[in-house]
């Protein structure tokens, strides 16, 4: 249930490795408290764990961890199965709705630090494609899934000096 929570799951992806929660909220353009609130209820139930401490100026920073590089949730969260279905499509909508805010900031902080004549490499895509029924939605999102993370795998570079970039993807149905 703790992953239910769209911002959870955010905390969550950011905690591949160790981070203090003020890094991750300034990944997630969130307040550190508010972070650490979500943090707490994460290590509560066994997602995250504290792996270590470090001094930062007269302050301790609590450096977390994911204790998995993936969850899966159970469909037997003792709820009835529809009700697991609308809780994950509204976490998934909700999830939506925070990424593309956080897109759009990000677009403009882009925008306010390059120089008149820099270009700054980026990419957007938009299709529309028609799926015909539930099997063969499930099927699209499963090879689309599977193609980006062949992509992403084929060229992460794990050097420190390198420019790192958000890969940010989404799949919904269009709004009638």
Known sequence: MALLN?????????????????????RLSETPQRVNYHLKSLEKVGIVRRVGSRQVRNLVEVLFQAVAKSFVLAESLSMKP????????QGALAHLVTTSERMKKDALLLMEQSDENEVIASAALQLQVKLADPEQRHAFVEEYVSLVHKLVAKYHSDSKDETAYQVILAVYPQPI
């Open 6 to 26: 769209p911002l959870r799951a955010e905390i969550v992806a950011h905690l591949l490795e160790p981070a203090s929660a003020s890094e991750v909220a300034r």
């Open 82 to 89: 529809e009700t697991v279905r609308k809780l994950k499509d």
